[in-house]
């Protein structure tokens, strides 16, 4: 195992942790992972992948064989991508190592969900990640415009939650179309997954504040935002009134060696507690918390 760690620059504001910028390593231990027997269910996160499927394919693989072969000690149900899944759109090659990470998925029968970042804007998104690749699958629930957008309901702990994916750059018809399925599912807990969302401060990044406003806001069963895009790691916890909280967390590992070095984070649900648990691992590494800010707490969420 080699051990790489960052200290991330942290800004502190209301109920926010924020890391960014890749420092100096230090000769911190790895942190383990929690036990299982701690929590109820889990899901994947896996963010910002596009060095890999330029450059490190390794990494890509690692992850998801790590999943299948993870999946029933750490009760991991499932895997959601936000985005730049390849580095060049325009290069055929990127596209054939993603799919063949994701294959091993496909193949085991490993639930998951992508959406297009910037860097997946013009390409083979479709080719390779529309609608029909996710047909036959359990949890897909439906697709907008050919997997730009859609949503999965997915097993959580015995819990159904949605996990609903916004595309980059939406237009009024995006939006359109996330205020309908929403509004289809008043009651179901929902985990947005999109591309760019948060900068490194914990602040709003392109569209995030007007998914904010007119997505996450409104909708009082939005639990959760997960972004990638921007360089670093951060979380806020929105204190909403009337008891409801909504985190918001930003993961993104690009800007390390090899693209990342294959980090993912784990989503770990006590049900019972009403929190999630997140941490942060490297397959390839054996190694977890790049950075020793950030990379692994707890906030309050209710399935």
Known sequence: MTTHRRLPTALAVTALAAASAFAAPSASAANALPDPAGYDGAIAWLPDTQYYSAMYPQHFSEQ???LVDNAQSRKISYAAHTGDIVDLAGAGYQWDNA????????????????????????????EHFGQQRFA???VYGESFQDNRQH????????????????????????FAWAEKVLAEHPDTPVLIATHAYLNTDGSYDEQGRQI??????PHGNVKAVLCGHN??????VKDL????????????????????????????????AGTMRVS??????DDSDYFDQGDDFTVDLSL
């Open 64 to 66: 998801t064989r790590w």
């Open 99 to 126: 799919d063949e990470a994701t294959k091993t998925l496909d193949d085991a029968k490993f639930p998951y969900g992508v959406v297009e970042g910037n860097h997946d804007r013009g390409g083979e998104y479709a």
């Open 136 to 138: 036959g699958s359990p």
């Open 151 to 174: 949503y999965d309901l997915v097993n959580v702990a015995g819990k159904q939650v949605m996990m609903l994916y916004l595309t980059w750059d939406m237009q009024e018809e995006d």
């Open 212 to 217: 904010f406003d007119r997505i996450v806001k």
């Open 231 to 236: 360089h670093g790691v951060a979380h806020n």
């Open 241 to 272: 009134g009337g008891g409801r909280q909504v985190a918001e967390i930003l993961a993104d590992y690009q800007s390390g060696p090899e693209g990342g070095l294959g980090y993912l984070r784990l989503l770990q649900f006590d049900v019972d």
């Open 280 to 285: 942060t691992y490297s397959p390839s590494e």
